[in-house]
T-cell receptor, first 112, second 113 residues
Framework: DTGVSQNPRHKITKRGQNVTFRCDPI?????LYWYRQTLGQGPEFLTY????????KSRLLSDRFSAERPKGSFSTLEIQRTEQGDSAMYLC??????????FGSGTRLTVV | QQPVQSPQAVILREGEDAVINCSSS?????VHWYRQKHGEAPIFLMI?????EQKGHDKISASFNEKKQQSSLYLTASQLSYSGTYFC??????????????FGKGTHLIIQP
């Protein structure tokens, strides 16, 4: 069990650019979640997958946000045309049904 | 729909007890508790499912009052390592536990020697 891995750890981008983050979950976990966390707040749910199916995406922040999980393995979160308000920590977590989440260390995005 | 946590912050001396509360306006399927230290990922503490159970390990335990849609986290004889921000995360009954967790704003716990 190597834990949940996220890459990159930090990303600085210019406003208007597209960014993509990657998450490798724990292999035995069939659920994968994306959250956003800003300073002083709890994690904010974005979307989740069960195996390769994206079961909830209505809470993605805008149509600039999209996520994929090809073949039910790793997942990517893409933000198009980044804005300064997108600056935050993006957390990935994985779990099995009925169990707690294991979070990755996150990707800190700074939009300048 | 975001659960409400109280208190927002608490400062304790090592060895003292603390209670953190989490309440929801919607019927709950489960409640999770996590602890997050500054600059680190949240760490899972425990999960309580609908049924009003109580769980615990070491000196940290929690209860879930299904009728009141409330959960409480109990930290007894606190240790310096307990310092951090505690979040409750809730799954709603309407989603059957399949909607992902909605987290509260957190309770900041500081343990002083």
């Amino acid at each position: 069990d190597t834990g949940v891995s996220q890459n990159p750890r930090h990303k600085i981008t210019k406003r208007g650019q597209n960014v993509t983050f990657r998450c490798d979950p724990i292999s035995e976990h069939n659920r994968l979640y994306w959250y956003r966390q800003t300073l002083g707040q709890g994690p904010e749910f974005l979307t989740y997958f069960q195996n390769e199916a994206q079961l909830e995406k209505s809470r993605l922040l805008s149509d600039r946000f999209s996520a994929e999980r090809p073949k039910g393995s790793f997942s990517t979160l893409e933000i198009q045309r980044t804005e300064q308000g997108d600056s935050a920590m993006y957390l990935c977590a994985s779990s099995r049904i009925g169990l707690g989440y294991t979070f990755g260390s996150g990707t800190r995005l700074t939009v300048v | 729909q975001q659960p409400v946590q109280s208190p927002q912050a608490v400062i304790l001396r090592e060895g003292e007890d603390a209670v953190i509360n989490c309440s929801s306006s919607k019927a709950l399927y489960s409640v999770h508790w996590y602890r997050q230290k500054h600059g680190e990922a949240p760490i899972f503490l425990m999960i309580l499912l609908k049924g009003g159970e109580q769980k615990g390990h070491d000196k940290i335990s929690a209860s879930f009052n299904e009728k009141k849609q409330q959960s409480s986290l109990y930290l007894t004889a606190s240790q310096l390592s307990y310092s951090g921000t505690y979040f409750c995360g809730t799954e709603f009954e309407s989603g059957g536990g399949a909607d992902g967790l909605t987290f509260g704003k957190g309770t900041h716990l500081i343990i002083q020697p």
